[in-house]
């Protein structure tokens, strides 16, 4: 079952880390979950990262903290 933003939201500011599929949420859905690292340290694994754009990934990216987002690129 897919999580909601903010379930996943909560689960990162408490401190843990997620893996989700990129085709499931919206660029500005992963944009706003990347930045909720800043809080405490979680990081994103956002597995079929090639169906997001180079200037997404750069946008999630700069929300976060530097190596909190990782992107899974292989088909």
């Known amino acids: ?3 909601s933003v903010l379930e996943l939201k909560s689960i990162i500011s408490a401190g843990g ?3 989700i599929n990129a085709q ?3 660029p500005l ?3 706003y979950l ?3 690292t800043r809080i405490t340290g979680g990081k994103i694994y956002i597995k079929n ?3 997001l754009t180079t200037l997404a ?3 999630i990216v ?3 903290t530097q190596g909190s987002v990782i992107f899974d690129f292989a088909e």
């Open 1 to 3: 079952m897919k999580k």
């Open 17 to 19: 880390s997620i893996v």
């Open 24 to 26: 499931d949420y919206m």
């Open 29 to 31: 859905e992963l944009k």
């Open 34 to 36: 990347a930045s909720s």
């Open 49 to 51: 990262a090639h169906k």
């Open 57 to 59: 990934c750069k946008n």
């Open 62 to 64: 700069l929300s976060g």
